[in-house]
């Protein structure tokens, strides 16, 4: 069974940058899409970016689109979101998630790992 683990969260000011990173541990399949998700108090669960199991397809919110890059090593076992130009809006739990199923990278339902989440506060 596939775990994920995210780590790197924390407390920035707004314009200031962040990586939060995501360690995936047991089988994965080529078909894996791992994507990152945010959950702000009280607002529903957002789609941040998403990126294909071989790195070549990366997929973004209009939000965090030219701010954000989601990228994976080598290895294909880490999974980083850096986060350039933040901005207080951008505070939230920060989610990493897998997937096999394709094209429907946005929605949180077609997503069956979830890890714990971190917290990134940014200030003004």
């Known amino acids: 069974q596939v775990q994920l683990a995210e780590s790197g969260g924390g407390l920035a000011q707004a314009g200031d940058s962040l990586r939060v990173s995501c360690a995936i541990s047991?089988?994965?399949?080529?078909?894996?899409?791992t994507g990152w998700f945010r959950r702000a108090p009280g607002k529903e669960r957002e789609f941040v970016a998403a990126i294909n199991w071989n790195g070549y397809n990366t997929y973004y919110s209009d939000s965090v689109k030219g701010r954000f890059t989601i990228s994976r090593d080598n290895t294909g076992s880490t999974v980083y979101l850096q986060m350039n130009s933040l901005k207080t809006e951008d505070t939230a739990v920060y989610y990493c998630?897998?997937?096999?199923?394709?094209?429907?990278?946005?929605?949180?339902?077609?997503?069956?790992?979830w890890g714990q989440g971190t917290q990134v506060t940014v200030s003004s």
């Open positions: 998630a897998s997937t096999t199923a394709i094209g429907r990278y946005g929605d949180p339902e077609v997503y069956d790992t």
């Open positions: 047991g089988p994965t399949g080529s078909a894996e899409v």
